[in-house]
């Protein structure tokens, strides 16, 4: 799928300068701890709601269908694609992961913050759709410790983790296109800086304005 195409697609929202929901977009290499900040971030934070991503891959340890992922076969996802229900969309280590588009206009349009959790290509679509996602890129603080992560978590085989070790470089050099930069160095200050963030998008103009609107109108600020 192309960027022109999810822009085509999704012209009546990307016209749109403004939303009464925010949409955060979380993106790093394989083995950063992106999946963990989320999740704490959904404990601390229940106003941030997660969209719930389709992919061909088969379910790791204790993930559960509509949990973690929709797990389907590639011949459900080409239907989904065949249907262009996915805002985007994109083949990751051999795999491919896709975000339905009326799952994240649904809630962002009805003032819910949203996150999604997915790869650098997927959020560089989005940004075409949704000019005002926030892009938050998770880094590890080095490429010894990100080896050290994947093969700790004893999932993949040595092969399989030289592969997300070679993909990690590509996709850290993205890291200037995102808004936000958090390392997970310590995982209890990566959260925290997370939490920042999203926090931060609520102290905006027109987020208190929607939020807080009797004390505007209390102080004579017009809309």
């Known amino acids: 799928m192309t960027q022109s195409q999810v822009a085509q697609r999704s012209e009546n929202v990307a016209t749109q300068a403004d939303y009464p929901g925010s949409l955060f977009v979380v993106a790093a290499p394989s083995g950063a701890g992106k999946s963990s900040l989320v999740k704490a971030l959904l404990e601390l934070d229940t106003r941030v709601h997660p969209t719930v991503s389709h992919t061909t891959r088969t379910p790791r340890g204790q993930e559960k269908h509509g949990r973690e992922y929709f797990f389907i076969s590639n011949a459900e ?11 985007e969309w994109a083949n990751v280590h051999g795999n491919r992961y896709g975000t339905a588009q009326k799952a994240v206009e649904d809630r962002i349009l009805q003032g819910a913050d949203v996150v999604l959790e997915i790869d650098f290509q997927g959020a560089m679509q989005i940004k075409e759709v949704f000019a005002n996602a926030v892009l938050i890129f998770i880094l590890p603080p080095s490429l010894e410790e990100l080896r050290s992560r994947l093969e700790r978590r004893g999932e993949d085989k040595p092969d399989v983790i030289e592969l997300r070790m070679r993909n990690a470089c590509v996709e850290m050099a993205q890291a200037e296109k995102f808004d936000y930069v958090i390392i997970n160095e310590v995982f209890e ?35």
């Open 189 to 223: 200050r990566a959260v925290f800086d997370l939490k920042s963030v999203v926090h931060s998008q609520r102290l905006r103009y027109r987020a208190q304005q929607r939020a807080r609107a009797d004390v505007f109108n209390a102080l004579g600020i017009d809309a």
């Open 77 to 87: 996802f080409d239907a989904m694609v065949g249907n262009r229900a996915f805002i």
